[in-house]
């Protein structure tokens, strides 16, 4: 029997490790995969040094070979998923600018080339970046003169305590955003109170103010944050999109399927019929699993463009500290009886101040 089980579990370890050794042969090596050959190493010199003890030894390492690897977030992630071929992603956009945008170029913009732009941008962040002659307008709003942009995007930020990371956010995103021939205008909204910080009210207090400002499109994103690739365009497709399901932090590996926070597209009017974000979850976790929940209580079906064109690269950062795990397992678990009175329309909030910075709306509220 103690045969057998070491047949099993040997043979397992070389299956998984040959998978994982043939990965890192075709991508970019992680701080992960430097840490499983040192501890490999480690581990060789070890049985080496103390070979009395060999057998123990052997088994030992063999056990945690195989934690290794099936704790991997490889063994539990998606490297592939439904997505939104890139002939179909001009037919499934959703066209559409602000109420109050005009614009005096004489043609449309065109966005074939953007959607097959295969360039990836590197997440270096410098001032230089954004030249003289930029044309971004106080409040951070920006269109292209060359033509007429067929989308408006309200980029909403929600943001507390991590200054050095929102102006890289926003000097490389206006970077990134110009490429895209769309009109935009970036909100930043900052709780001020001493509260644990509520990610999704902050979102919910963004997209009332863009709502207000006419803007047909929201985009709802995290500041440690930046994408990649400029084909992912920061525009609305007809049902909620997922912009951020490859991030490096995962290896480019989507966690689980029905995850959809990080950086998201939705229209307007589909968040409003969903009564926006639940108001409820104060600290870390939680609201963005709420939220798919109301997209399928109100039978929208989330997209995403593939794995290529989604890629992130996320900031290091401090997290806010993590939501009781039990209210949340709780909130999640009433969320669809909840989400008729929870939400916009019961969203209280005191703003504080509004500035229009060069880069963009900073709006402060009390929660």
């Not at 033509?147 to 408006?152: D, E, G, R």
């Not at 943001?159 to 205008?185: K, N, S, T, V």
């Not at 950086?263 to 968040?271: E, V």
């Not at 900031?315 to 709780?330: A, F, G, I, M």
Request: glycine fraction near 6%; charge should be positive; proline fraction near 4%.
């Amino acid at each position: 029997m103690q045969l057998l089980l070491t047949f099993v579990t040997v043979t397992t370890s070389v299956v998984m490790s040959t998978k994982w050794f043939k990965s890192i042969n075709t991508r970019k090596k992680t701080k992960f995969d430097y840490d499983i050959i040192k501890s490999a190493c480690y581990l060789i010199n070890f049985i080496a040094m103390r070979h009395v003890f060999k057998k123990k030894v052997l088994y030992a390492g063999v056990v945690v070979i195989v934690l290794i690897i099936f704790l991997h977030p490889d063994m539990c992630g998606h490297r592939t998923y439904e997505y939104i071929e890139k002939d179909d992603i001009l037919d499934n956009l959703y066209y559409g600018t602000a109420e109050n945008f005009s614009s005096n170029a004489l043609s449309d913009c065109e966005y074939r080339d953007i959607v097959f732009d295969e360039t990836t941008l590197s997440p270096g962040i410098k001032d230089g970046d954004l030249v003289e002659g930029h044309r971004i307008k106080d409040g951070g709003e920006y269109a292209p003169l060359e033509c007429k942009p067929k989308f408006s995007t309200a980029i909403v930020v929600p943001y507390r305590d991590r200054a050095e990371q929102l102006r890289g956010f926003l000097i490389y995103m206006h970077m990134f955003l110009r490429r895209q021939l769309i009109h935009y205008r970036i909100f930043v909204i900052e709780q001020v109170d001493s509260r644990p910080f509520n990610r999704a009210k902050l979102m919910n207090v963004g997209a009332v103010i863009a709502a207000r400002a006419g803007f047909p499109c929201l985009v709802l994103q995290d500041v440690d944050l930046l994408p990649l690739r400029p084909a992912n365009i920061y525009a609305c497709t007809k049902n909620p999109r997922h912009l951020s399901s490859s991030i490096d932090k995962f290896r480019f590996v989507l966690p689980y399927l029905d995850l959809f926070g990080g950086a998201i597209a939705i229209t307007t009017k589909q968040y409003l019929d969903i009564n926006g974000m639940s108001n409820e979850y104060y600290g870390w976790g939680g609201e963005d699993d709420d939220l798919y929940i109301r997209l399928e209580a109100h039978g929208l079906t989330r997209c995403r463009f593939e794995p290529g064109t989604s890629r992130y690269h996320m900031l290091t950062h401090r997290h806010e500290p993590r939501t009781n795990t039990h209210k949340v397992t709780k909130l999640l678990k009433n969320a669809k009886d909840r989400l008729k009175e929870d939400g916009l329309n019961s969203l209280q909030y005191t703003e504080v101040a509004t500035v229009l910075h060069p880069l963009f709306t900073h709006i402060m509220v009390d929660l």
